[in-house]
T-cell receptor, first 113, second 115 residues
């Protein structure tokens, strides 16, 4: 068990470009979550998968955002036509179903210039 | 809608002091509560998880209590060390699902331990 892995750690992109982030959860965790955190704030929920099914999406997740979790393993979060307001830390977490805590990854820090 | 408040927003104390971080939540019907630590520019590290039926959890110099009926939790740090400097986040889990009502965070307490 190597924990939750996220790649890349940092991403700098020009406004209007597309970016994709990857998250590898703990292997026995069937739930996977994406959160976004801006400076001085707590993380905010974006979306959640149980196995390969995306069960819920936040209103924060505009049409430019899409997330997938093929085969219920790793997940990707894509942002199309990035805007400066997308600059944030994107955190992935995983958990087992039931009364268990969440395990977070180290995050991907996105800077849109 | 669940709201989580953490007080104080920032705290600076000399090394060796015992300290208490506070977390309050508006909806007491929680499933569990989790305390995290976040170092600058890093992800979240889970410190303690308290189930709704529990009153407290301990790990080393950390002790977290939960008073569900009053909507409060405290994180007690004994004999603080400079390495404890970080932001501490409280998060409440409303139910066993994982959606928007799954985990709600406070804004955190930024802690500095002076050597």
């Amino acid at each position: 068990d190597t924990g939750v892995s996220q790649d890349p750690r940092h991403k700098i992109t020009k406004r209007g470009q597309n970016v994709t982030f990857r998250c590898d959860p703990i292997s026995e965790h069937n739930r996977l979550y994406w959160y976004r955190q801006t400076l001085g704030q707590g993380p905010e929920f974006l979306t959640y998968f149980q196995n390969e099914a995306q069960l819920e999406k936040s209103r924060l997740l505009s049409d430019r955002f899409s997330a997938e979790r093929p085969k219920g393993s790793f997940s990707t979060l894509e942002i199309q036509r990035t805007e400066q307001g997308d600059s944030a830390m994107y955190l992935c977490a995983s958990s087992r179903q039931g009364a268990h805590g969440y395990t977070f990854g180290s995050g991907t820090r996105l800077t849109v210039v | 809608k669940q709201e989580v408040t953490q007080i104080p927003a920032a705290l600076s104390v000399p090394e060796g002091e015992n300290l208490v971080l506070n977390c309050s939540f508006t909806d007491s019907a929680i499933y569990n509560l989790q305390w995290f630590r976040q170092d600058p520019g890093k992800g979240l590290t889970s410190l303690l998880l308290i189930q709704s039926s529990q009153r407290e959890q301990t790990s080393g110099r950390l002790n977290a209590s939960l008073d569900k009926s009053s909507g409060r939790s405290t994180l007690y740090i004994a004999a603080s060390q400079p390495g404890d400097s970080a932001t501490y986040l409280c998060a409440v889990h409303m139910y066993s699902g994982g959606g928007a009502d799954g985990l709600t965070f406070g804004k955190g307490t930024h802690l500095i331990i002076q050597p």
